[in-house]
């Protein structure tokens, strides 16, 4: 995951450089003014995607952001290259979000009531707020879930890593992280119809099996 | 439905979640309150004698430059250099833009602005300006920043964190406590002034970290020098801000209890809600037998959000209730302990009282009757138009 590949130009064709950031680790702790910023910027996107999922678009987005990369830049001298530097950047990133949670459930909330978001919804394109709307009965599910089973699920089913690099990050076995992930699986299947936009959906779906129209030309493969 | 249109329906929800766009996000802000220029944390040096000394000779050769800022007792030794130069550290040093690093100040540091305005900024933590003139001494660095204001005025932006209080600024007896915040504190001689301008602050005795009332935006307040709220609130709207919710309430005000209570010690209490410490209330908004003016106007005059002080409380006596059901409706043989997870959504009438109580997952029929039986003895406090709680409850059998 941490080898990223960066783009480079050369004569209009796409090169592909592999960097495995020990480098920029070395600058940074050596204290160039420019390598943290450099740092930030390569990583804040996927850093914000996996706060924004892991956290199903917390208004507090902004803030764990920033602070995932001030427990990054406080831990870098602690950083042992053990793992990979965007595999240890998400491990805190992780736990960043982890701990907003466990500060939330300690302190109640208020809810904006349900007026309160129609306005802006309506003036989007139907099929958008459909969408939003169920990505939005995704992410409730998901809150529902323990938390290891809601982040062995974002990383696997959202965030597209491997069972073996979501073992490397939440530290736990491989077979484990299977396991938590047929359960999330699971659960989210067992729980689905009771959103009723995702119910919609499921509803809304073509059967597999669905018959050619009457008087439509069947389909021919190619010899 | 079928198991198997379930299944694609949540692989095309998922397909969805993960081609969403990202909602945008102030990266140049983020990236400006980064600690770019510093690797390593510098550890906050205890105030002692060496320091002291340091400061006294430094004070001595060059301290009589344009801005300065020295370890000197702001009592004992005004500063009367008008512009920040180095205290301790090189490192602290103030930028291109005029800031003073406040992660290389040594504790017991103290900041003078001159004509114009002067910032210190913690790096991915705090940034507090003094207005001009104004004078501050940094009484604590590191994972908790404390500023004691001197003189003048002081406008802090805290970043927010997961830990719970980060940042606090010392006047007089009163420490005022932010968590991602923005608010200004200023000193003079009638009292202390505090204006919140984005967040919340606690307000309370400086002896007693963590004690005090909540003030939430946008807010002002004013307080004795020993930390009493004033409430004469005349000159509120000069600070730009309006009264907090609690001074909203008819007539005697929950602070005014507060005030009342620890006028003896000389200290402020922890607000309580107007509800409970004035039961006619409600009963007076319920039953507006004086006439429907009466309890239009009094209607009007509620707060349209709860106190802090008012949201614990009516968040409590839900938790209690549902702690209570639970263990009396669940059944399970001896040595057998039942949990349950799950998130209570409640809603508050505006008169008060709890008219709704959902968990999320739903907990059994039996538990939940219980409580809708339960909920109608539960008191809250009146507001505008009711208020909704939400928060994860962990329960036990």
Request: charged share 25%.
């Amino acid at each position: 995951m941490d080898a990223r590949r960066e783009p480079a130009k050369s004569d209009g064709a796409t090169l592909s450089v592999v960097s495995d950031g020990s480098d920029l680790v070395a600058r940074c702790r050596a204290g160039e003014p420019a390598a943290f910023r450099q740092l930030f910027r390569e990583h804040r996107t996927s850093v914000t995607r996996l706060i924004h999922r892991m956290t199903g678009g917390s208004p507090d987005l902004e803030d764990l952001v920033q602070e995932t990369f001030v427990q990054v830049h406080r831990s870098l001298g602690s950083f042992r290259r053990e793992a990979q530097l965007g595999t240890w950047i998400y491990r805190i990133a992780i736990n960043v979000v982890l701990m907003h949670r466990r500060a939330l459930r300690s302190r109640p909330s208020l809810v904006p009531g349900p007026s309160d978001t129609q306005l802006d919804e309506d003036d989007q394109p139907d099929e958008q707020l459909a969408r939003r709307r169920r990505v939005a009965a995704l992410y409730r599910l998901l809150d529902r879930m323990s938390e290891k089973k809601r982040t062995v699920y974002v990383l696997h089913e959202l965030e597209g890593l491997s069972p073996a690099e979501i073992a490397k990050i939440v530290g736990a076995p491989v077979l484990t992280v299977r396991t938590r992930l047929f359960y999330a699986r699971r659960s989210l299947l067992a729980e689905l119809a009771q959103e009723p936009s995702l119910a919609a959906l499921a509803d809304a779906l073509p059967p597999l099996s669905d018959p050619a129209p009457a008087g439509a030309e069947p389909h021919k493969e190619p010899a | 439905m079928t198991p198997e249109r379930i299944e694609r329906a949540l692989r095309e929800v998922t397909r969805e979640a993960r081609t969403e766009q990202l909602p945008h996000v102030d990266w140049a802000r983020i990236e400006d309150e980064l600690p770019m220029t510093r690797v390593h944390t510098v550890p906050p040096r205890p105030l002692s004698v060496r320091p002291w000394l340091i400061a006294a000779s430094f004070a001595l050769t060059g301290a009589l430059g344009a801005y300065a800022v020295t370890l000197v007792h702001p009592h004992a030794a005004p500063v009367a250099a008008a512009r920040v130069t180095t205290p301790s550290s090189a490192a602290a040093r103030a930028s291109a833009n005029g800031d003073v690093n406040g992660d290389a100040l040594a504790v017991g540091a103290h900041v003078v602005a001159g004509d114009v305005p002067q910032s210190v900024v913690h790096a991915g933590h705090a940034r507090w300006t003094l207005a001009p003139h104004s004078e501050g001494t940094l009484l604590a660095n590191g994972d908790i920043v404390t500023v004691r204001l001197d003189r003048g005025s002081v406008t802090s932006r805290v970043v927010k964190s997961s830990r719970t209080e980060t940042f606090a600024v010392e006047a007089a007896d009163v420490r005022v406590a932010a968590h991602g915040t923005e608010f200004t504190v200023s000193l003079g001689a009638d009292g202390v002034s505090v204006s919140v301008t984005e967040g919340s602050v606690l307000v309370g005795p400086r002896e007693e970290p963590g004690q005090g009332q909540l003030l939430i935006s946008p807010a002002a307040k004013r307080y004795t020098h020993a930390g009493l709220p004033i409430e004469d609130d005349s000159g509120l709207e000069a600070l730009g801000g309006r009264r907090s919710p609690s001074h909203v309430e008819d007539g005697a005000t929950a602070a005014d209890g507060a005030t009342g209570a620890s006028a003896a010690q000389g200290r402020l209490a922890l607000e309580a809600p107007a509800s409970a410490k004035k039961p006619g209330a409600r009963k007076a908004a319920n039953e507006p037998e004086a006439g429907d003016a009466t309890a239009a106007s009094d209607l009007d005059q509620r707060p349209s959000e709860p106190t802090a002080a008012g949201l614990e409380a009516a968040t409590t006596s839900v938790m209690r209730l549902t702690q209570a059901c639970f263990k009396e409706r669940t059944i399970a043989g001896e040595g057998v302990r039942v949990t349950a997870q799950t998130s209570v959504t409640f809603r508050t009438l505006p008169e008060g009282g709890v008219n709704r109580v959902v968990f999320e997952p739903p907990l059994s029929p039996a538990v939940q009757a219980c409580v809708n039986a339960g909920m109608s003895a539960i008191q809250t406090e009146g507001t505008r138009n009711g208020f909704q709680v939400s928060r994860s409850i962990d329960l036990e059998r």
